[in-house]
């Protein structure tokens, strides 16, 4: 039987041809470059700065240092001045090393009284009725319409030894009308400060991620007989990990630098980075050693950060 040559073939199917949208529209381009833009001139200028002062060495001056950078045909010196003396002296003193160890130890301990204390908290708000919800989250985010400084100093009227708190005691029986309570400059009240201060930034990331969680998995659990704190461990908890990562960095990370609440709660034992930081820049006037002292710190916080987001993406 003869193959009618004339009739038409079947042509193979095209895919159709979909434009970049970056192509079809610059003005993209722009917006993925504002935060790049806004890191470059916010956060890595003055982070060059910053590292090429603790490369200098201090001067009686305006400002406290050298080498000043004096123009493009002086690289020569300008470099040859540089060096890493003040780091050398980081490592030698007990006194950094002490106040790094000590704000990590002191910074993680609270991250973890902020998530012990927020959990609930944020799990609460999640599971309130809808209407009010938005109740809820202002009360969070109330103490923020007063002055931090204001709030940390009000402490001090309640954890100074003739403060309120001693007066509660005395009242209801638990102390003696000689007695007093005696926190201020120690520890514990930097403890009760940063928790007081730094709890809305733990319970607000949290509460966004248990808000969205959805409610007809508990109930599965429960009808095929998990008991509630089991499903809580296997459902709950798991699907809430990004919240608590997210608010136990939010916390982390400016606990570790934090300066005013060890500085006015804490005592002379109480020893910070940030607090020996200022004491380096405004009383000593020893703005490499300073500036070397946040570069550090920058690097001891940023370089576990970022590998962790580094595995989290490759877990992903």
């Known amino acids: 039987m003869a193959i009618d040559t004339l009739s038409p073939q079947p042509q193979p199917k095209q895919e159709p041809v979909i434009a970049d949208p970056s192509r079809r529209n610059p003005a993209r381009w722009l917006v993925v470059a504002v935060p790049y833009l806004w890191l470059l001139l916010f956060f890595a200028a003055p982070f060059v700065i910053i590292a090429k002062i603790s490369l200098s060495d201090t001067a009686i001056a305006m400002p406290p240092y050298t080498p000043v950078f004096e123009g493009f045909g ?17 490592a030698s003193d007990s006194l950094y090393i002490k106040s ?10 609270s991250t973890a009284l902020l998530l012990l204390i ?5 799990l609460a708000m999640a ?9 809820l989250v202002m009360l969070v985010i109330l103490p923020f319409w007063t002055s931090f400084l204001i709030r940390v100093y009000a402490w001090i009227g309640i954890l100074k030894p ?6 509660l005691f005395q009242s209801i029986g638990l ?17 009760i ?6 709890l809305p930034f733990m319970v607000l990331p949290l509460y966004a991620a248990l808000e969205k969680l959805d409610n007809t998995l508990l109930e599965a659990a429960s009808d095929l007989g998990c008991p509630p704190w089991k499903a809580f461990w296997r459902i709950t908890f798991p699907l809430s990990l990004p919240g608590v990562i997210a608010g136990s960095l939010i916390c982390f990370i400016p606990i570790t630098g934090e300066f005013v609440i060890p500085d006015l709660l ?47 993406q490759k877990a992903g």
């Open 118 to 122: 927020g959990y609930p908290m944020a």
């Open 266 to 312: 804490g005592g002379a034992d109480t020893l910070m980075i940030g607090k020996t930081l200022w004491t380096e820049f405004f009383n000593n006037r020893d703005w490499p050693l300073a500036s070397a002292i946040a570069v550090i710190l920058l690097a001891v916080l940023v370089i576990p950060i970022a590998y962790f987001q580094n595995q989290q």
């Open 74 to 90: 002086k690289f020569g010196e300008f470099f040859s001045a540089l060096d890493f003396e003040n780091y050398e002296f980081l």
């Open 100 to 109: 790094y160890l000590n704000s990590l130890r002191i910074a993680a301990i």
């Open 175 to 191: 102390m003696g009308p000689d007695e007093q309570v005696q926190i201020l400059r120690t520890d514990y009240a930097v403890f």
């Open 193 to 198: 400060g940063i928790v007081y201060s730094y």
């Open 127 to 135: 599971r309130a009725k809808t209407s009010i919800r938005p109740i």
């Open 162 to 167: 003739e403060g309120l708190l001693t007066l």
